[in-house]
């Protein structure tokens, strides 16, 4: 068999398609600097520029607060990596009690479709005042009476109904061909769930489960409601001494900062699994 | 006695009757083949001996026990078959030996080492021992067709069921799986099987049975089914395979 000799018909194409990209590039670099100019040039130009300018982008107030809202902000990946351990579980748990069709489970199961409704209903803040300021009232022993703990708990039990859900999603996802497979080798219900059902669906919700968490990492903030001295309410505390803006400022970026690691790990995992579908 | 035994059994879907009093005896060491249009029965039937499907009425004994007993235990019933599919149903997420001994482990309780032992024989004997850490999408569909059936033999059945196991395949795929399934039966593994490849289906059967709407219309071995049925339905459906080229 002869060398491929590269036609004169394929460089003429390839040449056409690198000057189109090159045409491309620029178009969209163009376009940014435009973009960016407007944004900018609308902000700065507007009539109230000086005064936000002064009270969000004060650069001393900045280095004053950072150390304060930085120690809060590392109760907040305390709190979110504690709740979302625990919600994990929860999730699991409950997207599992729901498919369970034995008779004497009836209750498991009712009990589970009823808290993933009821939870997914209530806004998150609400759950986290009822457990923040609720619990404690019962007087119960043994009821925790630290306020991260708290939020932890109603943090843990809001997101767990969105996170049952997913996971319930991920298991009916998997073809019926792979239950009836796995039941002819003689697996039972439980095995079949645990060897071939699970895995295969907590596969296929890593993407949606990591967007849930990047969103968990923002609303650990919602526990500043209740008084832990997480980041929102160091930035509240220097805000409400200073009359300047600033601190909320910080702690915005050290939520960024967080966030965008995960939801570029989500996107990743994604574009991993397309690819790996051959589509 | 009989391996298997079929009494009157009926299946309903939707107010229509898919299978309408079958009777069929399965001896050890035997070869039965279902052959008939789409639609037929035949794969209900293999689900229904399988319990992927209750029966509507009738009875099914396998080895003497009545397995359409309602207090019968499925799972126990369940490992004394190896059911093969049409659509392979290989678990994506292992490599085939994972996939040939959760079976062994799990349910019988082998232990990892010998699981595995026994899986690499297998592999070995169908020509496949160098795919043994490989995941199903990395085979071919007659290996993963191939490792599907060592999966279900990994257990030890006592009755093979096998459901159209060459139809997804390409042409020149279908070899490598008949020669397999020629493999046990020189084995001696009792088994039923339905399938469209005629030629295959004379050549390794003990008896052909012929279905059409449900019922077993004629049955007999394969030179008298294949050169002189008795049934004209039996006669108009060799036909059409003939025409189609199959034969």
């Not at chain 1, 796995?182 to 439980?190: P, Y």
Request: aromatic fraction near 6%.
């Amino acid at each position: 068999m002869s060398e491929w000799v590269k036609s004169e018909r394929q460089a003429e194409r390839e040449r056409v398609r690198r000057s189109r990209a090159r045409r491309s590039a620029s178009i969209a670099t163009a376009s940014t600097i435009v973009f960016i100019v407007l944004v900018v040039w609308g902000v700065t130009g507007s009539p109230g520029w000086p005064r936000v300018r002064e009270t969000f982008f004060d650069g001393e107030q900045f280095a004053k607060a950072l150390p304060d809202v930085l120690s809060g902000f590392v109760l907040n990946v305390k709190i979110f990596i504690v709740a979302e351990v625990l919600i994990l579980v929860v999730g699991l748990l409950v997207a599992l009690a729901r498919g369970i069709k034995t008779p004497a489970f009836f209750p498991i199961r009712a009990l589970a479709t009823l808290y993933t409704d009821v939870f997914r209903g209530v806004p998150t803040i609400l759950v986290i005042y009822l457990v923040g300021f609720g619990l404690p009232a019962l007087r119960l022993q043994g009821i925790p009476s630290d306020l991260a703990t708290l939020g932890v708990i109603a943090l843990t039990l809001s997101y767990g109904a969105y996170v049952a859900e997913v996971f319930r999603a991920g298991i009916e996802s998997v073809h019926p061909s792979q239950v009836a497979a796995a039941r002819s080798l003689g697996l039972g219900h439980v095995k079949t769930m645990r060897f071939v059902v699970l895995p295969q669906a907590t596969r296929r919700v890593v993407p949606p489960l990591l967007n849930d968490f990047v969103s968990l990492q923002k609303d650990t903030a919602l526990v500043a409601t209740i008084g832990p001295l997480e980041a929102l309410r160091q930035a509240q505390i220097h805000a409400a001494s200073t009359f300047n803006y600033t601190p909320y400022l910080v702690a915005a970026l050290l939520f960024i900062l967080l966030t965008i690691p995960m939801a570029r790990l989500t996107d990743h995992l994604a574009a991993r699994t397309r690819r790996r579908r051959g589509a | 006695m009989s391996v298997l035994s079929i009494e009157g059994v009926w299946k309903n879907f939707h107010g229509h009757s898919v299978l309408r009093g079958i009777d069929l005896e399965v001896e050890p060491h035997e070869v039965v083949s279902l052959i008939g249009a789409s639609g037929s029965g035949k794969s209900t039937l293999l689900r229904c001996v399988n319990l992927l499907e209750t029966v509507d009425d009738g009875v099914i004994h396998l080895d003497g026990e009545d397995i359409t007993d309602p207090r019968a235990d499925v799972d126990l019933v369940r490992r004394r078959l190896g059911i093969v599919f049409q659509s392979f149903n290989l678990f994506p997420h292992m490599t085939v030996l994972d996939n040939i001994t959760l079976a062994p482990r799990r349910v019988h309780g082998t232990s990892k080492t010998r699981a595995e032992e026994q899986a690499h024989d297998l592999l070995t004997r169908f020509g496949l021992a160098s795919k043994a850490r490989a995941y199903p999408d990395q085979l071919s569909g007659g290996q993963q067709q191939r490792v599907a059936i060592i999966r279900a033999l990994a257990t030890q059945p006592r009755l093979m069921l096998l459901d159209e196991v060459t139809s997804a395949l390409d042409p020149e795929l279908v070899v490598e799986v008949l020669g397999i399934i020629r493999e046990l039966k020189e084995s001696g593994m009792t088994m039923i099987l339905t399938t469209h490849e005629m030629s295959f289906c004379r050549d390794i059967s003990d008896t052909v049975c012929f279905l059409d709407g449900g019922v077993l219309l004629e049955k007999g071995p394969p030179e008298q089914i294949f050169t002189d049925p008795r049934e004209s339905r039996t006669q108009e459906f060799l036909r059409s395979v003939l025409k189609s080229g199959r034969f």
